[in-house]
């Protein structure tokens, strides 16, 4: 008796840990992508791209300042022969230093190198823009990757749902048939096609359930959640959302697109590499200072030695190399132009096909709608014909099936207008407006 509470006991509380671990977890979209946001790879890794552009900015920007340096020297020498080849100078006993200090102090500041300093900065500005934009193109990825998750995860849950319900009606079927088929009202055939259906939903249920729970772990990865978690959507999500400002062509996107902002600065910067490029051809000039300190012990010490000037430096020989150099920089600055060229095309092709598949998708909803209300009808129809003896088991399975595709088709067909409509944001440049991801 004993054995028996403690395997009941055992079986309950596997039972509740079974339950907790499977336990769901309402997620809504918005949330789900501001979490995608904050834990995703990819948007770390943008970060940080961003973060390395700014640096190399602020190494650029070094250039245009001062250079100072200082050094020092202390020395211990040997005994020295000093001999200042002159007649005085022999006859009197040199003294022999065994120490010497050596301090100095340079400072060198561009004046004009060809504003080589000016075009490199702006090039690197325009870099650091470039990646930010970038960034903000990966962002928008993500959110779009997530969007794609959570509809898909929607459609699998509501199929299951329809299945599951279908499913205790035909069980229910299955039932009253046997009932029947033992007081010989009807067919053993028709038993078993009650079965049979029962049989094929089964499969139904079981694929959907293994959809279910790979778009789950696809999400749950995403999000950097434990694998365990299930994920249950909003529904409000897909049927307040208010589509306003649909775009209706390529304008925005070509206004708002990052990946072409990005495009467009790199532009910016391939033009003020030339400049860089050409900055060889002219001389460098800077301001010179210093100041020197030496102490050869007993024999020479120097103090405020100081000198200031202009240095001017030309590489003569670069006017004939640098052309090589030209020449690749604005072989690049072309590259640059036409890949922008090609991925203007490219948008305006992604644009249209958008427009084009987020009315069909609207269009569609509207013929599932009526479609489950004439499935609706005609299950009706049979259900009492076959009930009044008028129709047989096939017409009625048959419009039972019809029914429950329909019903999965006006289900899903309104996770496809809101999936479509995130597309076609997402294509104009818009997405990130519509979740404010900016505050993030």
Not at 139 to 158: G, P, S, W
Not at 236 to 241: M, R, S
Not at 419 to 435: A, H, P, R, W
């Amino acid at each position: 008796m004993k054995i028996s509470q403690l395997m009941l006991f055992g079986v309950f509380f596997i039972g509740i840990s079974s339950t907790e671990a499977q336990e769901k977890t309402s997620l809504t979209l918005d949330e789900a992508v501001k979490l995608a946001w904050e834990k995703s790879n990819e948007v770390t890794l943008a970060n940080t791209k961003v973060n390395t552009k700014k640096y190399e900015l602020s190494t650029v920007k070094n250039n245009q300042y001062p250079d100072l340096k200082i050094s020092g020297q202390y020395q211990r020498l040997t005994k020295a022969s000093i001999d200042m080849h002159n007649d005085e100078a022999s006859n009197e006993s040199m003294a022999s230093p065994d120490r010497v200090m050596l301090g100095m102090a340079n400072l060198s500041m561009p004046i004009f190198s060809g504003f080589k300093i000016q075009n490199s900065i702006e090039a690197y500005d325009n870099l650091y823009e470039a990646e930010t934009a970038n960034a903000a193109k990966t962002k928008e990825d993500v959110a779009l990757r997530v969007i794609t998750y959570y509809t898909a995860l929607y459609k699998a849950q509501k199929t299951l749902d329809l299945l599951s319900e279908n499913q205790k009606q035909a069980k229910q079927r299955v039932t009253d048939f046997t009932e029947l088929e033992k007081n010989g009202i009807i067919p053993r055939n028709d038993l078993l096609k009650a079965q049979l259906l029962v049989s094929k939903t089964q499969l139904s249920i079981d694929e959907a359930n293994n959809n279910l729970n790979n778009i789950n772990f696809y999400l749950t990865t995403l999000l950097k959640l434990e694998p365990s978690v299930k994920i249950q959507v909003n529904e409000q999500d897909f049927f307040n959302l208010k589509t306003n400002n649909i775009p209706t062509s390529d304008a925005s996107a070509l206004e708002n697109r990052k990946d072409l902002e990005a495009v467009r600065l790199q532009s910016k910067a391939s033009e003020a590499n030339i400049r860089v490029a050409k900055a060889a051809y002219y001389p460098s000039l800077a301001l010179l200072g210093g100041y020197t300190a030496l102490d050869l012990k007993d024999f020479i010490t120097v103090k405020y030695a100081m000198n200031f000037g202009i240095g001017l430096s030309y590489d003569l020989s670069g006017i004939y190399k640098n052309s090589a150099h030209v020449k690749e920089a604005e072989s690049k600055a072309l590259e640059v132009k036409n890949t922008e060229a090609i991925m203007t095309d490219h948008i305006k092709i992604e644009v249209q096909k958008s427009i084009e598949d987020y009315d069909l998708a609207i269009n569609q909803s509207v013929v599932y709608d009526e479609a489950l209300q004439q499935a609706t009808e005609n299950y009706r129809l049979v259900k009492d014909k076959f009930d009044n003896g008028l129709s047989d088991t096939n017409d009625l399975v048959e419009a039972d099936v019809e029914n429950l595709s329909a019903k999965i088709n006006t289900a899903l067909s309104k996770a496809t207008i809101i999936q479509k409509y995130y597309e076609l944001l997402s294509v104009s440049g818009q997405l990130s407006q519509s979740f404010n991801l900016s505050k993030i």
